[in-house]
T-cell receptor, first 114, second 115 residues
Framework: DQQVKQNSPSLSVQEGRISILNCDYTNSMFDYFLWYKKYPAEGPTFLIS?????DKNEDGRFTVFLNKSAKHLSLHIVPSQPGDSAVYFCAASGGGTSYGKLTFGQGTILTVHP | DGGITQSPKYLFRKEGQNVTLSCEQNLNHDAMYWYRQDPGQGLRLIYY???????QKGDIAEGYSVSREKKESFPLTVTSAQKNPTAFYLC??????????????FGPGTRLTVL
């Protein structure tokens, strides 16, 4: 049972344009959401998070939007840069899940073309 | 310079052998986690520990074992009972100052290949 889903395996974007990565979840008890960026053969690095009491959180070029009624979140990267090319994972935690446990989506490969 | 260390980066073992993956952190984090990543899949939780001398099974604990004798260390043993051990293994840690609302910090990973 995949509780966190990233339905787009890959996304290709031109440098300078907006990248939008999507994530859906099924567990209504999730109340904290995170985005991680991962390069091949490296560990993921934390990008940005949002709690369920907000619908938007912004950090520089990265903005995360949360739509609780639709159980959907998205990560916007503006403007996209070639160095943003990586795999992006969304993750969720909180509520009825085990303390501090994160549930990850399958990841989306973002390629930003110069 | 705080961080999480995993060693070795690449590990090869023969089928049927147990192997232990190292994870050390000097971030003074209470919680530590082990994940595995397979191609085209997200990170799946193997074991986690919220405090020294205590650990819990994650979603795919079968064939694995852990110990948490020190706050800084959380080694993972991949036993011969694990049917498909070849994968990329990631260790993570997190503080507990915001309850369950803390991000996890990851190590660089160990690529295990069983021949």
């Amino acid at each position: 049972d995949q509780q966190v889903k990233q339905n787009s395996p890959s996304l290709s974007v031109q440098e300078g344009r907006i990248s939008i990565l999507n994530c859906d979840y099924t567990n209504s008890m999730f109340d904290y959401f995170l985005w991680y960026k991962k390069y091949p053969a490296e560990g993921p690095t934390f990008l940005i998070s949002i709690s369920s009491i907000k619908d938007k959180n912004e950090d520089g070029r990265f903005t995360v939007f949360l739509n609780k009624s639709a159980k959907h979140l998205s990560l916007h990267i503006v403007p996209s840069q070639p160095g943003d090319s990586a795999v992006y994972f969304c993750a969720a935690s909180g509520g009825g899940t085990s303390y501090g446990k994160l549930t990850f989506g399958q990841g989306t490969i973002l390629t930003v073309h110069p | 310079d705080g961080g999480i260390t995993q060693s070795p980066k690449y590990l090869f073992r023969k089928e049927g052998q147990n192997v232990t993956l190292s994870c050390e952190q000097n971030l003074n984090h209470d919680a530590m986690y082990w994940y595995r990543q397979d191609p085209g899949q997200g990170l799946r939780l193997i074991y986690y520990s919220q405090i020294v001398n205590d650990f819990q099974k994650g979603d795919i604990a079968e064939g694995y074992s852990v110990s948490r004798e020190k706050k800084e260390s959380f080694p993972l043993t991949v036993t011969s009972a694990q049917k498909n051990p070849t994968a990329f293994y990631l260790c993570a840690s997190s503080p507990r100052d915001r309850g369950p609302y803390n991000e996890q910090f990851f190590g660089p990973g160990t690529r295990l290949t069983v021949l």
